[in-house]
């Protein structure tokens, strides 16, 4: 019972932080200004675990891979608490096992991007409705609208309705179901 209730706070924290430093590389690769009071609190609460590891890992074709490896890193140790914590024996199950909880990590973060996509656009369609004046539209808008930019191409509006965010939510969701599960499964069947 208690080590469920550590799970759950090591893994709430875990993600917490792990979507905070996310939303960092996001805004880096879609140029979002960092003038905005959120862009400036993501950027104070994963300085401390990103700008020392810029000096190790230096940034490559525009991007701060430093934000990546921070991430993975934390998505690492949160795997490996929760797994220790339900009794997994890593003792005996020996070297192997790391790669998979690497494998683990990886995959559970690109579920978390996923996730974090979904999340902004809903964010992004509740504030066009009530509120588009809102400091934080213009960090939201820069970081769905690559995602979104695609979609409108293909889908038309309907009775001026963008139904965009729609589309997506279903193409992630998808994502999500076959191929992010089919590698879960495929590492979780490796332990």
């Known amino acids: 019972m208690i080590s469920g209730a550590f799970a759950f706070l090591i893994q709430t924290l875990g993600n917490l932080f792990v979507i905070a430093v996310l939303l960092r590389f996001m805004m880096q690769l879609f140029r979002v200004p960092f003038r905005n009071p959120f862009a400036q609190f993501i950027v ?40 220790w914590l339900d009794g997994f ?23 978390l991007a996923i996730y974090l996509i979904i999340g902004l656009t809903l964010v992004r369609a509740v504030l066009s409705w009530v ?3 809102t400091p934080l539209m213009p960090v939201v808008y820069e970081l769905t609208e690559p995602f979104l930019r695609p979609l409108r191409r293909i889908v038309p509006t309907v009775a001026q309705v963008d139904l965009t965010p729609l589309v997506l939510f279903i193409v992630c969701q998808l994502v999500l179901m076959v191929p992010v599960l089919a590698l879960e499964r495929a590492l979780l069947g490796a332990l």
């Not at 810029?54 to 490996?80: N, Q, S």
């Not at 199950?93 to 690109?110: K, N």
Request: aromatic share 10%.
């Open 131 to 133: 509120n588009s004046n």
């Open 44 to 83: 104070a609460i994963t300085d401390f675990a990103v700008k020392p590891l810029r000096r190790m890992v230096p940034g490559l074709f525009g991007l701060d891979w430093a934000c990546l490896v921070v991430a993975l890193l934390v998505e690492l140790v949160v795997v490996t608490a929760v797994y």
């Open 89 to 111: 024996p890593f003792a005996l199950a020996g070297a192997r096992v790391w790669p998979v909880m690497l494998g683990l990590a990886a995959v559970r973060l690109l579920s």
